[in-house]
């Protein structure tokens, strides 16, 4: 193949540090930023390539382009599946430019150096997402697209690649302090970028597929993927760092897509118990309110309205309840909002906040309030994962839900309407309540909760406390376990824990029952009047 000249001065041994920038090739989907980006890049003198809708967008722009069909030599074939897999663009972004059998190779070719590659990828995601058919999702795999990246990052020595047009304005920086060029630092930290993003990519492909093709339902690898949201000010303790990030192509409603109306910036501690409030919240049909302190609810209640529920979730445990996270699952309405504003609150997440509501708020600086535009779904299975040494703990969410249909009574006694409807709330809210759980609930609202103890008697002791704590700072003769059912997020061990919600005053029991002792526990209640039910289905929560 004849050599050409012009190629011949383009190719000549490079020094690595800081490399000037001649030529660039530009394929993108996202397209912000695109057109101001290309034309800093042509005042330097920069030429471009490009394909498809990228090089129109810049033509349109009045820059010029040159089309990567037109530098190869190859038109774009198989319905777009190949354009940029050539040795020209591969061969010119892969090169070692100190490498002298690198250059004789590019001169022998007539392949040029190209210099920065900016390339985003199919949104593949965003295309499983919005309910795309299986066949639109494969198409929507980008391959050319990685292949350029991982090149450029490979050959970071000599080759900036921007992935993200958040990084636009470093490299044009670093040209515009280095004329014209990108220093080494800078390319490093693109390269890294560049990978983060293919690595996160083909995890959410191998997670599609996995999910499409069934079999095993855990594959042999497992990827995590996310993209950072943003840095927090520490974790949940100030020596620690922490981050939020958000699951790619997830849209479920909740903490970490929430929109932040006011207040300051949230921390670790915030998102994780705004989460786990949300979360239970959503549970309900009815309009409902869950006041979380330490991921742990101190009061949840339903009502005709939000305001009846979280006057019912707040008497359950007013003094936990300072400082607290209030989760609604309803429209923040005013009226909600004057009584929540009498009691310190950290942050306030609904599906929406009046415009009222947020006028009073706004008195309230300092709380944050985060809208979340609708409810997640209980139903949907998800993955959960937990990190431990060495490896990660992969789970499917805890989705399961008890329906009165579902329920065994196990007792001589049947369960009156009320008793029965309070049980489901209560077996409820047990599902979001550390283990070992122990919930007292009256006329749909908690008046009593035990959490995170390491045997169910002194969950028992500690809920019964609680409700005649609420009860003497209400002014009540009688605590408010009085006439309650009690719910246990797994079975009664012993009689012990149940007799203990007995001697509270509760008059029926749901719990999943399988103790080996299980008569015992059933002849307590018998024995006491208690009506019982079984619901086969256990909520631990670590």
């Known amino acids: 193949m004849p050599t050409n000249t012009a190629e011949v001065k383009t190719n000549t041994i490079r020094d690595p540090r800081n490399v000037k920038i001649k030529r660039a090739l530009l394929s993108v989907s996202d397209k912000d930023g695109l057109v101001e980006f290309a034309k800093e890049l ?36 198989m319905d777009g599946r190949v354009k940029t897999l050539h040795p020209k663009v591969h061969g010119g972004i892969l090169s070692v430019r100190n490498n002298e059998n690198h250059v004789q190779a590019q001169n022998d070719h007539d392949i040029g150096d190209i210099d920065l590659v900016v390339v985003n990828l199919y949104p593949f995601s965003a295309t499983v997402a919005s309910g795309a058919d299986y066949d639109t999702c494969i198409e929507n795999i980008d391959i050319g697209g990685p292949a350029m990246i991982r090149s450029a990052a490979k050959n970071h020595e000599f080759v900036a690649v921007i992935t993200d047009p958040q990084d636009y304005q470093a490299v044009l920086d670093d040209m515009r302090d280095h004329e014209g060029a990108t220093t080494y630092k800078l390319r490093q930290k693109l390269a890294a970028n560049a ?59 909740g903490a970490a897509l929430a929109k932040q109306l006011q207040g300051k910036e949230l921390s670790y501690n915030n998102i994780n118990d705004t989460d786990a409030a949300f979360e239970l919240v959503a549970e309900f049909d009815e309009p409902a ?66 415009a009222g509501a947020l006028d009073i708020l706004k008195d309230k600086k300092n709380v944050r309030v985060l809208t979340t535009g609708g409810m997640p779904d209980i139903h949907e299975k998800r993955r959960m994962i937990t990190r431990v040494a060495g490896g990660l703990l992969v789970q ?11 329920l065994r009574v196990v007792s001589e006694r049947e369960p009156t309407e009320e008793e029965l409807h309070d049980m489901i709330f209560a077996f409820k809210v047990c599902k979001h309540v550390k283990s070992n759980a122990i919930i007292y609930a009256k006329n749909g609202a908690t008046v009593g909760i035990g959490a995170g103890q390491m045997n169910r008697l002194d969950s028992s002791r500690i809920a019964a406390r609680k409700a005649q704590d609420a009860a003497d700072a209400a002014g009540l003769e009688k605590s408010l ?28 029991v749901i719990q999943p029952g399988g103790s080996i002792r299980d008569e015992e526990v059933i002849k307590a209640a018998d024995e006491r009047g208690l009506a019982m039910v079984y619901t086969d289905m256990r909520h631990f929560r670590h």
């Open 289 to 354: 309110v869950a006041i979380i302190k330490h991921a742990n609810p101190c009061g949840v209640a339903m009502g005709g309205n939000v305001l009846d529920a979280y006057d019912q979730a707040l008497l359950c445990d007013p003094i936990s309840a300072f400082g607290g996270i209030i989760a609604l699952n309803r429209t923040l309405t005013a009226d909600a909002a004057k009584e929540i504003i009498k009691t310190f609150s950290e942050v306030i997440i609904a599906p929406d906040v009046e």
């Open 396 to 406: 499917d969410n805890d989705f399961g839900v008890v329906t009165p249909d579902m």
């Open 481 to 508: 376990a009085k006439g309650s059912v009690v719910a246990s997020d797994a079975f009664f061990p012993f009689a012990d824990g149940l007799i203990a919600a007995a001697e509270a005053g509760v008059t029926a």
């Open 195 to 253: 990978y983060a993003l293919t690595a996160t990519y083909d995890s959410n492909i191998a997670n599609w597929f996995a999910d499409k093709i069934g079999g095993d339902s855990y594959p042999r690898r497992y990827g995590v993927s996310g993209t950072l949201k943003q840095s927090l000010r520490y974790g949940e303790n100030p020596h620690q760092s922490a981050a939020l990030y958000t699951i790619d192509g997830s849209m479920r409603p």
């Open 42 to 77: 042509a005042a330097h003198g920069v030429e471009i390539l490009s394909t498809g809708g990228t090089a129109k967008a810049i033509k349109d722009a009045g820059l010029d382009v040159k089309d990567v069909s037109e530098h190869t030599g190859f038109p774009e074939m």
